[in-house]
């Protein structure tokens, strides 16, 4: 078989991936150049367990290994094989212990607290270990949550569908699933509100999946838009009921009509208040903002010179 990969870290052919890790962290952190102060033969023992590692972790080259051997492996699958989706180009490792090093722990140095823990047993995560090759989490992913105002009035339940890249059960290969997050949105959120999904991004080896953020924001609303817990409505009236009076209609959000009278002269800058008719409080959705109605006047295109005539002895005083 030329080299015997599971020799050079003390496995036998029934090795089960879990056993392939721990006896190459094992080994790795005790040939590491680090703790052997220029030791050769440590260094080639270093090297030889990446190799080991690089071709057993791997699912394919390690299926190559077992049938074909070294030779197999190293110079391709046989000819008239018969194996279909084997690997079948040659294999030659790239020669860098200390990349199968860093992409196992994540790090360069796991040492600086641990010179005592190489013959212990260090088959827990290397990511418990407070050091340098501790995993590190991707940076969140931000995602807008586009709700009507109602929704936000009512409260409701959304449900998010997300694509993320999940391990496999080999621990080194990956696939694309689908997952659906339920957010329970609560009455009065304002926008900016954000509802966090730990750990809900890609996974990887090397890495602690991001937490997937959903940030709230208002959809357009054709009645109302909404400034802190107030809602704002804009009436169009006439200039002659802006000077006169009128009753201004408005449809609620949860499906009341107001008839909101208007006796004052409505001028540029004027509102009318409506107290207790906006959007609920989140930490207490007994209490409610204000109805706050601004006016757009409109003023007729044109007047007939009677019509002036009257508009002009109307407005004299």
Not at 78 to 105: C, I, L, M
Not at 175 to 181: G, H, Q, T, Y
Not at 303 to 311: A, C, G, N, S, Y
């Amino acid at each position: 078989m030329g080299v015997d990969y599971y020799s050079i870290l003390n496995l036998t052919r029934s090795a089960s991936d879990a056993d392939i890790k721990k006896h190459y962290r094992k080994l790795a952190l005790k040939f590491h150049p680090e703790k052997n102060n220029d030791d050769q033969a440590a260094a080639d023992k270093f090297m030889q367990v990446a190799e080991a590692y690089d071709v057993l972790s791997d699912p394919r080259k390690r299926a190559v290994y077992d049938q074909f051997g070294e030779e197999g492996l190293k110079n391709g699958v046989p000819a008239g094989s018969g194996e279909t989706g084997a690997w079948t180009q040659g294999y030659t490792f790239h020669g860098n212990p200390d990349k199968v090093f860093r992409d196992f722990f994540g790090g360069d140095n796991p040492f600086q607290e641990f010179y005592d823990r190489v013959d212990g047993d260090l088959s827990m995560g290397f990511g418990g270990l407070h050091g340098r090759g501790a995993k590190k989490q991707d940076p969140p992913i931000e995602r807008d949550l586009f709700l009507s105002l109602e929704e936000v009035f009512h409260g409701c339940t959304k449900k998010m569908k997300i694509s993320r890249r999940v391990m496999n059960e080999d621990g080194h290969t990956s696939s694309i699933r689908d997952k659906i997050l339920t957010i329970t949105v609560k009455k009065g959120w304002k926008p900016g509100t954000k509802i966090t999904f730990p750990k809900e991004g890609d996974q990887g080896p090397n890495n602690v999946p991001a937490d997937i953020v959903f940030i709230v924001k208002d959809k357009p609303h054709p009645r109302f838009c909404r400034e802190g817990l107030n809602l704002i409505h804009t009436a169009k009236v006439p200039l002659g009921l802006a000077l006169t009076g009128t009753t201004v209609d408005i449809d609620t959000l949860d499906e009341r009509i107001l008839h909101i009278p208007i006796n004052d002269i409505v001028k540029p800058g004027y509102k009318k208040i409506v107290p207790t008719e906006g959007m609920p409080m989140s930490s207490d959705p007994t209490q409610k903002g204000d109805l706050i109605i601004e006016f757009n006047i409109e003023f007729p295109a044109s007047l007939t010179p009677e019509r002036k005539d009257f508009v002009r002895t109307a407005l004299m005083f």
